[in-house]
């Protein structure tokens, strides 16, 4: 048995979740004078170390042969990589999908990056750019209510407050 496609399929995934949200939001991103997501990340991180993790997270729709047909990768980006030599969990906004806005992602990536941290007590670094953990109008017009007083993984991040040291970045145009 060979896994040769369906690596290839992963590899295809992935660069799908590459291109971010599209030419035109990555364009707008840049013409603000910012750097994309994993711009900044590679900015931030050593050279080569960044790993990123669940980057083929996100929304698919299928077609009628059951093969992937568009996909929009989740608006945050997750991973562990190394900062002058110190190993940390980083976890990025993605302003360019759904100007980065929390209800436009699959949540658990962020709860496992506080989760990581947590155990391997290592510094979590948040680029924030989005809306940072609200939702988006559209998201209230489905769903008339707020992540309060309930926010997933809230209890993480309470956790990493007095276990792991954090830091929060604003990008600034």
Same mark, same amino acid.
């Given at each position: 048995?060979?896994?040769?496609?369906?690596?290839?399929?992963?590899?295809?995934?992935?660069?799908?979740?590459?291109?971010?949200?599209?030419?035109? =939001?990555?364009?707008?991103?840049? $013409? &603000? !004078?910012?750097?994309?997501? +994993?711009?900044? #990340?590679?900015?931030?991180? @050593?050279?080569?170390?960044?790993?990123?993790?669940?980057?083929?997270?996100?929304?698919?729709?299928?077609?009628?042969?059951?093969?992937?047909?568009?996909?929009? =990768?989740?608006?945050?980006?997750? $991973? &562990? !990589?190394?900062?002058?030599? +110190?190993?940390? #969990?980083?976890?990025?906004? @993605?302003?360019?999908?759904?100007?980065?806005?929390?209800?436009?992602?699959?949540?658990?990536?962020?709860?496992?990056?506080?989760?990581?941290?947590?155990?391997?007590?290592?510094?979590?670094?948040?680029?924030?750019?989005?809306?940072?953990?609200?939702?988006? #109008?559209?998201?209230?017009?489905?769903?008339?209510?707020?992540?309060?007083?309930?926010?997933?993984?809230?209890?993480?991040?309470?956790?990493?407050?007095?276990?792991?040291?954090?830091?929060?970045?604003?990008?600034?145009?």
């Amino acid at each position: 048995m060979s896994w040769e496609k369906a690596i290839e399929e992963l590899r295809r995934r992935e660069r799908l979740a590459e291109k971010m949200g599209g030419e035109e =939001p990555v364009e707008r991103q840049r $013409g &603000r !004078g910012k750097l994309t997501v +994993r711009e900044r #990340v590679a900015f931030l991180a @050593d050279p080569g170390s960044f790993h990123e993790i669940g980057k083929i997270a996100g929304k698919g729709d299928y077609g009628a042969d059951n093969q992937l047909a568009s996909f929009r =990768p989740s608006p945050f980006v997750v $991973g &562990r !990589g190394v900062i002058e030599g +110190r190993p940390v #969990v980083v976890q990025a906004d @993605d302003f360019t999908i759904r100007g980065g806005a929390g209800d436009a992602a699959i949540w658990q990536k962020l709860v496992f990056a506080e989760q990581m941290a947590n155990e391997y007590r290592m510094p979590l670094i948040r680029l924030v750019d989005g809306t940072g953990g609200g939702g988006s #109008v559209k998201m209230l017009e489905k769903d008339p209510r707020t992540y309060i007083p309930q926010t997933p993984g809230w209890e993480w991040v309470v956790a990493n407050m007095a276990a792991s040291p954090f830091v929060i970045g604003r990008a600034h145009a």
